[in-house]
């Protein structure tokens, strides 16, 4: 009976991945030794980096369970930034001032709101995760700024009459900072829960199959809630903890935090594809990538040698990596730490090479069969049959891009009500029109990709790059604007290339290649213009984002005064006609060339359309490449507008164009889309945005404009509204269900009142 | 029988996915107008020789011809120019896109660069009417669909362009039992047009009813087939259960040894 004993364990169950965590940890934590002796030499250094990766720890602890549920939580970082927000807002003298129970109290109670939400969204509600936790992120953010109004809180000296708490973030009795201590009680915690008890097998059964979870009796909806109740839990806790660590807060809390959260859990070892995750390996990995993060932040002691005129004088100065490169470098690692596991270890990759190189013969990689990630398939749309019967209006309303055109019209009036004076003007709807455009353009893009059922989070990051490389090239490289506009294409198109490539041909979800691009592009972008704001181009460069007079004056064909084409051309920007004509290509080919068909036939059944002949890894893949470009064309008018590259540029914008697409008639689950619909719903995008920005004058002669943060929260909240009006109205045919229970109700009362 | 040049002829398939020997040394034969039932338990591998016929799979060993002559289909893209329609169990219709768009997936009839739709629709209606399907508009999104009709749309998408071969994969698992029964008129129909059919199916008495043939397989072997006229179910089931490859019989050598 010793036999099965004495069987050596296999590596994984004594936990190799774990162990090659933490030999590359040493090695790294030498390398930095190496780099830098003068900091990562000292303990303090250590206990900092022990200190730091202790917060991302306790998140990475969450986010385990979300990632085993084959979900995802996106909103992390943005709990951690709002719990802290609430906790100081009610904290600190200069704003509310209360008790620290009370802080503690509406603090935690914000964090499990938004666990609450999300949980909500994503189980009951039937939104895809990564939709709904990318919204709370962006909604989270701005309420964050909103709040604070973007300022730091401190509340150092209230923190010294409640020593117990404040202590949380002091080094303990033992000479460690007592937040590695509750790291350690956290994982501790999570370790039994998942490994040890009913949840944690519920968790694993729901990420590996939940269909057959669901058919062992297992809530799968709960355990999926549970989770993103325990991730906000923890994004709470973090909170906390650095709010006692630094007695006060910056806006800036949280940013960013999820992308280390999420390659944490991965390189710990966890699958995005569900199912597999422990938290033990979570927690090295936050230690990992935060390890990973100082690294790259530190900077290296060099000495330059300079001449003035006959003396040459030494200079000592600190090599850094410029801002941008740490989150491209992180993004870069996600993806990496994604594609071990179905690619590495799934084919058995380093066995094989190491037979190969022995000469043994090569063991045969396990089958994956057929396509690795399957999304939901379209569902029922009832509604869309009733468009057989009836006139034109009824067949309009069936329209699924019918909600888009009304909402277009009727917000514009609504403006026109609000502030008649103005409005209708031409300055005015030459504005608009510039928002539109933006938004329009990176929307046109998406819907062949959305249509697709796929996505693309990295739009407004890409827009970011393509500008910084347009700017730089002209700026600091002195190419010729033509030149320069076509490799700013060019690295979009790249970036396109990278995220299909990701997505088609690696297997990988759609919305994790592209979130890893979404950090990548905009950390390569601030790489390239150092952070810098960029401007002073060519002005031949900049007419793309004048007005046509401008252009035809520039070029000395100037119409007659009074013509048409004069107050045409005085009217229209260069932008709007260019976006006008993309538009009209791309809508005739998504509704009438067989490629859209495609296009459509792929997003519906990937399955089908491949049995039916239609290549769908190329339609994908162009439809992710054609996006990017659309996202670099958007890059580059905007430079050309503002006469000036801003590493800010296109942030939030990856929001707006998928609440434009999805407005206008795209669903979320692919298979719909139309250009017109989507340029219908950047219009609607563009006014909302117009309207909450407008300088309203009240009665008593007062005026009021809503900050941008605001703004920002509320076209979340038109994006969740948008998706889940999609799934539940368009889809399921919520009203259309309604009428038939009701009708038949009636029906039964008139039967019982004949009986 | 006349010796006649089978339409599709397998020899010698073998498949394995990693240490499963999925399929060995499999041989099929498929006359013109014929109706070849494939039975055997699950995991016989009656889909997976299917796949390999329309290329969804590739074959480790054997050979495949179509008319006699060798072929080798990459994907079923290939299959389908070579004369040969897959009907797929669960359909493989596109549900977001109506029913003259499936009937014409992946091959819409093209006016320049535009889809052709008054072509489409028109084309697709009369195949519809060619099947006598009830189907109330071809404009109508495949989604809305009863399975029966779905089914149908996935036939008149198969036979649209008068192909040699059809094969169907469990064409009755999910349909009732009226739409059973136009099934298995429709394919009596399709036969006296001279279309050749396999059929993969769980349910012996559809083969019984319109069959001429059944091949049976069994852990990846043949294990014998038999005219329908001269066997009954009892033998295809004892076939199905205790049949070897030792044992195995042809239906030409089976009518022998009965006489």
Known sequence: ?755 | MPEKTPIVEMRGISKSFGPVRALIDVDLKLYPGEILGLVGDNSAGKSTLMKILTGAYQRDAGEVLVEGKPVHFRNPHESRDAGLEMIYQDFALCGNMDVGQNIFLGRWPRRGIFVDRRKMYRQADTVLKRLKVDVNSVYQKVESLSGGRQQSVAIARAISFEPPVVILDEPTANLSVTATERLLETMVELKQQGVAQIIISHRLQDIFAVGDRVMVLKRGENVGDRYVRNTDEHEILRIIVSGTRETALDADEALEAAV
């Open chain 1, 1 to 755: 009976m010793s036999a099965p004993l004495t069987r050596r364990l296999p590596l994984e169950l004594i936990g190799g991945w774990e162990g090659g965590l933490f030999a590359f940890m040493v090695l790294l934590y030498l390398a930095g030794v190496y780099i830098n002796p003068g900091f990562f030499g000292t303990t303090d250094a250590f206990a900092a980096v022990m200190r730091d990766a202790a917060r991302f720890g306790v998140m990475a602890v969450g986010m385990t369970f979300v990632i085993v549920n084959k979900d995802l939580d996106l909103s992390v970082g943005s709990t951690l930034g709002l719990v802290a927000t609430v906790f100081s807002i009610v904290f600190a003298e200069t704003h509310i001032g209360a008790g620290l129970g009370a802080a503690l109290f509406f603090a935690i109670l914000a964090g499990l709101m938004i666990g609450l939400i999300n949980g909500v969204l994503v189980t009951m509600l039937q939104v895809p995760s990564f939709i709904a936790t990318l919204t709370m992120l962006f909604i989270g953010r701005g309420l964050v700024l909103g709040i604070t109004g973007g300022k730091t809180i401190s509340f150092a000296g209230k923190a010294r009459d409640h020593e117990w708490f404040f202590a949380i973030g002091e080094r303990g009795a033992l000479g460690f900072n007592n937040q590695i201590l509750l790291l350690i009680v956290v994982a501790l915690v999570g370790m039994i829960l998942l490994g040890k008890t009913r949840w944690g097998y519920e968790t694993y059964a729901t990420g590996g199959n939940e269909m057959a979870a669901g058919y062992a009796g297992i809530s799968t909806r709960r355990a999926r809630m549970r989770a993103y109740l325990l991730s906000a839990f923890c994004a709470t806790l973090a909170g906390l903890m650095m709010i006692a660590q630094d007695k006060g807060m910056t806006s800036q809390y949280g940013q960013g935090n999820e992308l280390i959260v999420i390659a944490s859990v991965i390189v710990g070892g966890a699958s995005i594809l569900g199912g597999r995750g422990r938290v033990v390996g979570s927690v090295l990995g936050a230690a990992l990538v935060v390890l990973i993060d100082k690294v790259l932040r530190e900077g290296v002691p060099t000495t330059r040698i300079v001449r003035i005129g006959e003396v040459e004088m030494q200079v000592q100065a600190m090599a850094q990596l410029p801002p941008g490169a740490v989150p491209a470098f992180l993004g870069m690692i996600m993806l990496m730490a994604v594609l071990i596991e179905p690619w590495v270890i799934r084919r058995k990759l380093l066995q094989r090479a190491w037979a190969r190189l022995r000469g043994r013969p090569v063991p045969r990689p396990v089958e994956i069969g057929g396509i690795a990630i399957v999304g939901t398939q379209t569902r029922g749309t009832v509604a869309a049959d009733r468009a057989l019967k009836g006139g034109l209006v009824r067949r309009f309303f069936a329209r699924r891009d019918a909600a888009a055109l009304i909402l277009a019209v009727v917000l514009w009036l609504v403006g026109l009500w609000l502030r008649p004076d103005f409005w209708a003007s031409i300055d005015n709807t030459f504005n608009l029109m510039l928002a539109f455009t933006e938004v329009g353009l990176l929307s046109i893009g998406l819907t062949f990709v959305i249509a697709n059922a796929d996505i693309d989070l990295s739009v407004g990051a890409v827009l970011a790059m393509s500008g910084a490389v347009a700017a730089f090239m002209m700026r600091n490289m002195g190419v010729d604007p033509w030149l320069a506009v076509l490799m700013a294409l060019s690295a979009g198109a790249l970036a396109g290339c990278i995220n299909a490539l990701m997505t088609v041909r690696f297997g990988l979800p759609a919305f994790v290649a592209t979130l890893a691009m979404f950090y990548m592009a905009r950390g390569i972008g601030a790489w390239i213009v150092a952070g810098r704001q960029l401007s002073g181009f060519p002005e031949v460069f900049n007419l793309i984002g004048r007005k046509l007079i401008e252009a035809l004056r520039h070029f000395g064909l100037t119409p007659a005064p009074d013509s048409l084409l004069f107050t045409l051309s005085a009217a229209l920007s260069v932008q709007t006609l260019f976006v006008a004509c993309l538009a009209v290509a791309a809508g005739i080919v998504l509704g009438y060339t067989p490629i859209g068909q495609k296009v459509l036939a792929t997003g519906g059944n990937r399955r089908a359309a491949d049995y039916a002949g239609i290549n769908t890894a190329r339609v994908r893949f162009t439809s992710l490449v054609f996006s990017g470009l659309c996202a670099a064309m958007a890059g580059v008018i905007y430079i050309a507008f503002f006469r000036s590259f801003n590493p800010a540029a296109g942030q939030l914008r990856e929001l707006d164009a998928i609440a434009a697409v999805i407005i206008g008639g795209g669903s979320i689950f692919g298979g719909y889309g139309s250009v017109l619909g989507s340029l219908a719903g950047a219009a609607v995008i563009a006014l909302i945005r117009a309207l909450l920005s407008l300088q309203i004058i009240t009665a008593e002669g007062r005026s009021f404009v809503m900050p941008q943060h605001w703004v920002n929260v509320f076209v979340g909240l038109i994006l969740i509204i948008a998706v889940l009006s999609d799934i539940w109205l368009r889809q399921q045919d919520l009203f259309g269900r309604l009428r038939r229970r009701v009708r038949k109700r009636l029906g039964l009362a008139r039967k019982d009142a004949h009986a």
